[in-house]
C-alpha cells in the first residue's frame, strides 16, 4: 500500500505542539500545507487561538498567527482530529528518569490515543527523540493496537529533529533530512513526504534504529566536543593562553572530510537535548551490556562548568582585595543560548546558585526571559532592566549574549572601581578586551 497521496501538499496532523511541533507546523503550512495541532495542553491551545505563542523563534509567533488567520492551521486539543491528516508527526516531550531510561509517559500516551483514531493508509512519523528500538518496540504495538499492521495497513518511519533555537525555521527550510522506517514502504513514503513538502536533500537509513541512533550520536559528540573544549580552556588559563587563539588555529587542519572542528567553552550546556540525549545513549547502552565512557564524562564535565565559572569570579574578586559577601554580582543573559529565552536545564541556574553560596549579592536581568519563570527558577525577581541590574555591580557575567547586549555601553554604567566582566558565552575579541579593560574593568573569560 502507498501511504502518502499524490496531492503535493498532504494534510498534516502535529502531535504535541511544543517548541518543535510548533516549528514543524509553522515552515509546513507557510509552504502550502494544512495542519492540524494537536496538544493535551488546554492553555497552550487557547494562547494560539488568541494569536499569542509562547516560545521564542524569530519568526515563528508571526507565521502560526498568519498561518492561523489564513486558515491553513488550526490547533485543538481533540485526538480525533489526526483521522482527517494523511500525514502525522509525533512529536510530544521525550524526558529521561535520573538513571537515563526514557520517561515514556507522553509518548504512550499519545500513541495510544493515535490508534484509536488511526486510518487506514495513513503515515505516521516520529520525531521524539527516543532510545535506539523505541519506535519499533513501544510505538508499532500501540498503533496496531487499531488492528490494523505497519507497512501493510499503515506506514510508520523515524525522523530525528536536528534544529537548533534561534535558526530552526531556516534550518527547517535547507538542513538534509534523515528517515529510517519500518520497512520499505514507509521509509519511500516519508522520503517523499519530506522532499515534497520541505524540498530538502533527504537521506534515509537502513532502519527505524539507525534514524534513532543518528540524533543521540549526533547530540553526544556535540556535549562531548563542547567538553572538550572547556577542558582545554582549564588548561590554557594557567599558562596565560587564550583558549580562542588555539581553537581557531587548530581548526584550520583539514581532517577527515572537513576539518578539525573544536567548539567554544562556556559557562556551560543547557537545554533539553544536550543535558539529555547523552544518558539516554548511556543507559541504552547499559542494556546491552555496553558502559559508555565517553557520554557521562563529557556531561559530568559540562555540568560543572557553571560552578567552575561561578569560581573565577570569586577569584578575581578576591585578588583585587574584595570580599565576594560584600560585592554584586549581575547576571546579564538566563537563557542557555544566545537569542532565546528559555531556561530550560540553563546552566546559569547553577552559576548564581555558586555565587550566592559565597555571598555575593545577585542581581539577574534577561529581556527575553518569562519573569515569571526567571523567579521561579532564580528565587529572585529579574531586574527590569541592564542599567538596574547593573547599578553598583563589582562584577558583570554575562552568560548569554543576547542582541541587546551587543552593543553595551560600557563607560556609561554605574558600576563599581574595577569592576569584573565575567565573558560567560559572549566570545568578545582582543580589541574589546583591551577597551573594556581601558575603561578600568578586569576581563576574565573561560581559558581566557
Sequence with gaps: MRFLPDDDHPKVAVIGFGYVGSCIAATLTSLGCEVIGVDTDPLLVAELERGYCRFHERGLAETLSAERMSGRLRVTADMTAVGEADVV???????????????DEQLSGACRELGDQLGRGQLVIVKSTVPPGTTRRVVCPL??????????DFGLAFTPERIAEGTALHELRTFPIVTGGIGPHSA????AFWARCLGVEVNVLASLESAEMLKLATNWWIDLNIAFANELAKVCAPHDVDVLDVIDAANTIPK?????NILHPSVGVGGSCLTKDPWMISHSAKEHGIVLRTASTGREINAAMPEHTAQLAVDELLAMGKEPAECKVAVLGLAFKNNTGDLRATPTGDFVKAVR?????????DPLADPEQVKELFGIAASIDLDRAVRDADCIAILAL???????EFAELNVRDSCVVLDGRAY????????LRGMGYVYRGVGR
Design 89 to 103: 508527526l509525533v512529536t510530544v516531550g521525550t524526558p529521561v528518569h535520573e538513571d537515563g531510561s526514557l520517561a
Design 143 to 152: 498503533l496496531e493496537r487499531s488492528g490494523m499492521t505497519a507497512e501493510i
Design 188 to 191: 519511500r513514503a516519508a522520503e
Design 256 to 260: 577527515g572530510n572537513g576539518k578539525v
Design 357 to 365: 553560596k559565597a555571598g555575593a549579592n545577585v542581581a539577574v536581568f
Design 402 to 408: 543576547h542582541n541587546e547586549f551587543e552593543h553595551i
Design 428 to 435: 568578545y575579541s582582543s580589541e574589546k578586551i583591551a577597551e
